[in-house]
């Protein structure tokens, strides 16, 4: 069954500390992995897209790696700051479908 | 920067009422789709819908949910008679690419509440 599965669930950390968030999965045929950023109520937003072929992505402040052999995403996130409180989502996509498959989220408190 | 907009943004019904929430993706992408988040759970994938007609849907879009195209701007997802576990964020998404390629950009959401 295509999962995937997000660690820890919730984090708290003071503004300026790095943090680093964990997503396994098991989704086959795998085509890409993003991760989102969902404001409390409000839409997920994009924040990185990668493929079987790339194993390190950043945007800003956030770098996210993928090991497609062992099925496992990381999203590292530097210098954080207050308005980086939110959920971060883990989305994997398989080949064969138009279905995204979303992991739980992480939920993620900076407080100064 | 172009985005999706969703209304209503909050929408209370009674059980057994029909509602129609709305959606314009960004104008020159292709393919469209609808997910919803009950409260504290993950996003889940309802349809997707390119060309004029639905191309993949969940086990969760059954006959009470349709949607339409109706002119070029609009992407409606309607809810023939709504129940309880209806309610959740219904997020409207769009993208110029199939979905296990291209970047989908969602809406704001539409919180559906069925009392």
């Known amino acids: 069954k295509n999962q995937v599965e997000q660690s820890p669930q919730s984090l708290i950390i003071l503004e300026g500390k790095n943090c680093t968030l964990q997503c396994n999965y098991t989704v086959s045929p795998f085509s890409n992995l993003r991760w989102y950023k969902q404001d409390t109520g409000r839409g997920p937003v994009s924040l990185t897209i990668?493929?079987?072929?790339?194993n390190t992505k950043s945007n800003g402040r956030y770098t996210a790696t993928l090991d497609a052999d062992t099925k496992q995403s990381s999203l590292h996130i530097t210098a954080s700051q207050l308005s980086d409180s939110a959920s971060y989502i883990c989305v994997v996509s398989a080949r064969d479908t138009d279905k995204l498959i979303f992991g739980t989220g992480t939920r993620l408190q900076v407080f100064p | 920067e172009p985005e999706v907009t969703q209304t209503p943004s909050h929408q209370v019904t009674q059980m057994g009422q029909e509602v129609i929430l709305r959606c314009v993706p960004i104008s020159n992408h292709l393919y469209f789709y609808w997910y919803r988040q009950i409260l504290g759970q993950k996003v889940e994938f309802l349809v997707s819908f390119y060309n004029n007609e639905i191309s993949e849907k969940s086990e969760i879009f059954d006959d009470q949910f349709s949607v339409e195209r109706p002119d070029g701007s609009n992407f409606t997802l309607k809810i023939r008679s709504t129940k309880l576990e209806d309610s959740a964020m219904y997020f409207c998404?769009?993208?110029?690419?199939?979905?296990?390629?291209?970047?989908?950009?969602f809406g704001e959401g539409s919180r559906l509440t069925v009392l």
């Open positions: 998404a769009s993208s110029w690419d199939r979905a296990n390629t291209g970047e989908l950009f």
């Open positions: 990668m493929t079987f072929s790339e």
